[in-house]
């Protein structure tokens, strides 16, 4: 019987590398990274060496017609993760400049050989390999054979049982290269500008023995280095519905009423309303409520700065640790970002209440580019965070339409399990508040109309207008006397 070969997978060193790889980087594999000029590719191949590379265990790093190793190294060690102290112990440098400018591919791959059998690396780098081709198709040497070249290097470094990167300025994927074959794995880095924010992405395009995590994915290069954010795992089987349901209070008891005795738990609640209706004030009541309860939450917040909340209960609760707070202004935001942070944030305090004010905010907050897809991407975030066991309540800013009843500007109502919604109406020439719980899954609820006011204490709902009729069209009128109503008891 023969038995399988295990291959060893290596952690990158790059925080959710890992992840999109599919576990890690298979070892003695031969790797291409690829991208256009700027998109992080040397910087990549820094980090990763800088986490592999040990005195037992060396790298050789070989610098092509690029910038010479000095050059690199004084812009690499601008990164928290660069270690002057591996630098002639664990790790080499090799200048190849003179090699390649001669043209002759073979001479360059008995330079790089003598190299390797002089210090038996585990991780061979060779930075830009795009030069070593471009030299050899500008020399009219008859002895060069470019795919040859490629074949001999990738067999020689497996031979070696050396982990090879080759890094090159490729703009498209389709550009006929025989390296494209002959690499195990090739990870490509893009980059687009949309007014004022950078987009990073990478794509494993191929793996050889392991399956990736299929699409493009988000990273970010800041001084601690790249960090990709993966998309959060999500749980294939869905929990079962807690019989007797088990509810949240909401910190507003006719409001719990109106939901049937709470939230129910895990559930995700959408609050839709007008500017000035109140949604941020139930969402902090919501989290103040968990706290009372000895539950910690978690806010994300988009509407408004920190330093500019006025809810004191809630800025309280925030430097006490009872809530964790998500407050990024990056300018090239992206949705699975926010879902790591938020992730994050509820693994540490182990959150059982989430907050997003608000998606409006939210979708103004994200780079143009992840706008198109904000409708999937939210879906993928609600999943995310329900799968991880937590009750979510969003906000989003709705403009007033009379004549068109809707609960959401995305189209997207059907995702959350619950929904309530909040209009303005006039009455006697006076701006009063209305709320209604439209939504409520597997749940009976009420389908009144009540009317609110937000005051120093906070929400405090009242009565339904028994005496009015088309208050959601925003003018309501007196009723008839003597006409049924199909609300009433006796109809």
Not at 112 to 140: G, K, M, N, W, Y
Not at 170 to 192: C, K, M
Not at 271 to 276: C, D
Request: aromatic residues 6%; contains cysteine.
């Amino acid at each position: 019987m023969n038995s399988k070969v295990t291959i060893n997978r290596l952690a990158t060193g790059v925080p959710g590398l890992d992840e999109v790889l599919g576990g890690g980087l298979p070892e003695f594999s031969f790797n291409l990274i690829a991208g256009p000029p700027g998109c992080g590719k040397t910087t990549l191949a820094h980090q990763m060496m800088f986490a592999l590379a040990t005195p037992e265990r060396p790298a050789l790093f070989f610098t092509v017609l690029g910038e010479p190793p000095l050059k690199m190294l004084r812009y690499q060690q601008q990164f928290d993760f660069f270690d002057s102290e591996a630098i002639n112990h664990s790790i080499h440098y090799v200048n190849l400049a003179a090699d390649t400018l001669a043209g002759n591919l073979d001479e360059v791959l008995r330079r790089i050989v003598s190299e390797v059998e002089a210090h038996s690396p585990a991780l061979v780098f060779v930075d830009s390999f795009r030069s070593v081709v471009l030299a050899s198709q500008t020399q009219d040497n008859p002895n060069n054979n470019l795919p040859q070249f490629v074949q001999q290097l990738g067999m020689l470094m497996t031979t070696w049982q050396a982990t090879t990167f080759l890094i090159g300025e490729y703009f498209t994927e389709t550009d006929t290269n025989p390296i494209f074959t002959v690499a195990d794995g090739l990870i490509w880095l893009r980059q687009s500008v949309q007014r004022n924010s950078m987009v990073r992405k990478i794509e494993i395009m191929k793996m050889r023995g392991q399956p990736t995590l299929p699409g493009l994915h988000t990273f970010h290069i800041a001084t601690s280095g790249i960090k990709v954010f993966a998309p959060a795992p999500l749980n294939p089987v869905e929990a079962p519905l807690e019989i007797p349901i088990k509810r949240l209070k909401m910190g507003v008891p006719q409001l719990d009423e109106m939901l049937g005795g709470g939230l129910p738990r895990g559930y995700s609640l959408l609050v839709a309303g007008p500017s000035g209706s109140g949604k941020s004030i139930l969402a902090a009541t919501f989290l103040a409520e968990g706290a009372r309860n000895g539950e910690t939450g978690v806010i994300a917040v988009f509407e408004q700065r920190p330093n500019h909340f006025q809810n004191a209960a809630l800025i309280q609760l925030i430097q006490n640790g009872q809530v964790g707070l998500v407050d990024s202004r990056a300018p090239d935001l992206s949705i699975d970002e926010i879902v790591q942070l938020l992730l994050s944030e509820i693994s540490r305090l182990k959150a059982t209440r989430v907050v997003i004010d608000s998606l409006s905010g939210f979708e103004l907050a994200l780079a143009p580019t992840f706008r198109e897809d904000f409708r999937e991407s939210l879906s993928r975030m609600v999943t995310a965070l329900t799968s991880a066991g937590v009750s979510v309540l969003m906000t989003s800013e709705l403009e007033d339409r009379y004549t068109d009843l809707r609960f959401s500007p995305y189209g997207t109502a059907f995702l959350t399990d619950a929904i309530i919604v909040q209009r303005y109406i006039e009455v006697e020439s006076r701006l009063l508040r209305i709320m209604a719980v439209v939504k409520l899954r597997a749940s009976a609820h009420s389908d009144e109309l009540r009317l609110y006011r937000v005051d120093e204490n906070g929400l405090q709902i009242g009565e339904t207008l028994h005496d009015q009729e088309g208050l959601l069209g925003g003018r309501p009128t007196k009723r008839i006397s003597g006409v049924p109503h199909p609300g009433d008891k006796n109809a």
